[in-house]
């Protein structure tokens, strides 16, 4: 079965086609600037040319027509025929407490999605557009929604439950949800393979480190605390994001600067994290190079960022028995995956737990390896992550 699995940011779209005999990857593409002036289509199909397409695309459903469009041209295609796609799965950020699964969706299922913008109310909106958009250009193929928070709803209440009046709790379903539950699971999946495990049997500490970032406690292979909470704010600095701080800071913030909770909250998601200290940029490379030439707040926005995971990873380490019951650390996404120096410099900060990175094996980018020594008391992987491949599976075993 060939599965279309899309992506929808707010002004984005990236897609993938991929067909499950075999797990080949056949096509992917990003759709950029939608709504927007400049709107652009990247595509690619597998051992064929890229190709870029440039014109207005003023919605979500303008934009899943061009990729319709461009997987099926003549020329840099991937299918001769829409009728070949399968299934359609899509990524949803937030599924509440509503879904601990993936689903077919429904016409129940969409009003759970809508009922949870109130807790998402940047990031369900595009997602419900976009199975919107394929509802409309393919009436007849079934769609599968993939949420980001469902893999923690197994977390206990005592790693999900604030400590602040319980009846926002009960009445705002104020509480940690947690996100990339989909990379959390892949990892966590790979990683039993690896090490021989059956998956239920797995104990990780789980390192998401992309331009967003969260840390995961796998307990028996199920999630058990993670970093992000009631938004994907919460926890480690990003690259705009602040992560955790006293809260007392946005109220004081709001009342020093005259500033609303609008504006607070934009300091807070797209100004601050590694962007925010450095003043460099929100992209850890153009950090590494402007620390690298000597750019001191640079370092510094790298030091917080390696401290502030290696906190989290000495913490999460209180929810095992012993170190010999934690299975692996795992460094995943785009800085996990690319970038031997954070993972050295996070490691080294966690040398009291007996942990031993082995450098020439950590010189890596973008491939599955044991990093640490065969000294080392807890074992420390490079996985890297394939959300779509994953929801590409779900998918597939939800239409069947
Ligand atoms: P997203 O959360 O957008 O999916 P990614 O997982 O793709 O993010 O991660 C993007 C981040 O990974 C960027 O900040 C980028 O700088 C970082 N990154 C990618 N490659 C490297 C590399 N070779 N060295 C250091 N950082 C890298």
Redesign the pocket.
């Known amino acids: 079965m060939k599965i279309l699995v899309i992506n929808c940011g707010s002004s984005s779209l990236k897609y993938q086609l991929i067909d499950m005999d075999g797990e080949k990857l056949m096509a992917k593409g990003l759709v950029e600037r939608i709504g927007i002036e400049g709107s652009k289509v990247k595509h690619e199909t597998i051992g064929k040319d890229k190709e870029v397409i440039e014109q207005p695309l003023k919605d979500h459903k303008d934009a899943l027509k061009i990729v319709m469009e461009s997987i099926v041209n003549k020329n840099y295609g991937a299918l001769s025929s829409l009728d070949e796609i399968g299934a359609v799965g899509h990524r949803v950020v937030h599924g509440g407490e509503d879904f601990a699964e993936s689903v077919v969706i429904t016409e129940e299922v969409m009003k759970a999605i809508e009922a949870n913008v109130e807790v998402a109310p940047l990031h369900n909106p595009p997602n419900i557009m976009g199975i919107e958009a394929v509802s409309a250009l393919l009436p007849n193929v079934k769609q599968v929604a993939v949420f980001d928070t469902a893999f923690h709803q197994t977390m206990p209440a005592k790693n999900y439950i604030y400590a602040i009046p319980y009846e926002e709790y009960e009445s705002y379903k104020i509480r940690r949800y947690g996100f990339h539950g989909t990379s959390h699971k892949y990892v966590t999946q790979r990683a039993a393979e690896i090490l021989g495990k059956s998956v239920d049997e797995i104990n990780l500490i789980t390192c998401?480190?992309?331009?967003?970032?969260s840390i995961t406690t796998v307990k028996g292979g199920k999630s058990y605390d993670t970093t992000m909470g009631f938004t994907p704010l919460e926890g480690l600095p990003?690259?705009t994001r602040s992560g955790n701080i006293d809260p007392a800071i946005v109220t004081f913030l709001m009342s020093k600067k005259n500033i609303s909770a609008e504006e607070v909250d934009k300091i807070i998601n797209k100004e601050s994290g590694?962007l925010g200290i450095s003043g460099v940029?929100?992209?850890?490379?153009?950090?590494?190079e402007a620390a690298d030439s000597g750019n001191e707040r640079a370092k510094l926005a790298l030091d917080v960022y390696e401290t502030s995971v290696a906190k989290f990873v000495a913490s999460y380490m209180s929810h095992f028995d012993s170190l010999e019951s934690i299975d692996g650390i795992v460094f995943?996404?785009?800085?996990?995956?690319?970038?031997p120096?954070?993972r050295e410099h996070v490691c080294e900060k966690l040398k009291a737990f007996g942990i031993e990175i082995d450098k020439a094996e950590n010189k890596i980018?973008g491939e599955e390896k044991i990093i640490s020594t065969s000294n080392s008391k807890i074992k420390v992987m490079v996985i890297p992550?394939n959300e779509e491949l994953m929801i590409a599976r779900d998918t597939e075993l939800l239409v069947k």
Not at 281 to 288: A, C, L, N, T
């Open positions: 998401h480190l992309g331009n967003g970032a990003m690259g590694v940029s929100s992209d850890f490379r153009d950090i590494e995943t996404a785009g800085l996990g995956e690319n970038s120096e954070t980018r992550t």
